[in-house]
């Protein structure tokens, strides 16, 4: 088993085309070799452009957060998954709870989300988590597990190997209240637990399994070391070059 570290920065509506071409400038020399940990930014659509050209030839990997799930026709102001494969996008955010929350996704909406990235050649960072509500009513197993299992629907094995789920807790996005490295721990096993329930042990070895929620550096290297946790997904600390920079290098 050897699943590469992901670590994604997800801008949310942040920056502007000018600041990401300086946060990448001062950035791209000194990102770890893909080959040890993946460093991914997750980008507003109108930034793309801007990250994708200022980021060619570096270690830095592109994805959006949002897209639809129609290749093309009347769906005023979405966007589509056809030509962001086109630009050089390689991964999408779906269903992140603010998407779920505010915009009233649903897990039927994601799924199709997420087998239009897979037909164009990407790879969706599924998210999930649950309320604090949930949590202390006792049913975040039972929360999670079914967004797994509505976002994962009709999905093959060999799609899913190359999936990113993200764990994130939505009482511990930004509100600087991380979930504990055990807690984290606990729900990204049972998150692989479920996708060996419903596939088999080769994908759930495979399937690579993010935590997002107040990451900082100063947490980082505890929720890397737990074995079912192989990335972040980072709102805040995404945003400055230096914090991003930790994050990434964690492993120095
Ligand atoms: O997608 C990222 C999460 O919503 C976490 O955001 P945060 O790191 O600002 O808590």
Known sequence: MSRTPIIAGNWKLNMNPKETVEFVNAVKDQLPDSSKVESLI???AVDLDALLKAAEGSNLHVGAENCYWENSGAFTGENSPAVLKEMGVQYVIIGHSERRGYFHETDEDINKKAKA?????????LCCG??????????ENEWVVSQIKAGLEGLTSEQVSKLVIAYEPIWAIG????ASSDQAEEMCKTIRETVKDLYNEET???VRIQYGGSVKPANVKELMAKPDIDGGLVGGASLKPDSYLALVNYQD
């Open 117 to 125: 990235i897979f037909a164009n050649g990407m790879t969706p960072i």
């Open 175 to 178: 509100t600087g209240k991380t």
């Open 130 to 139: 649950e309320s604090l509500e949930t949590r202390e009513a006792g049913k």
């Open 204 to 206: 759930a070895e495979n």
């Open 42 to 44: 997750c980008a507003p």
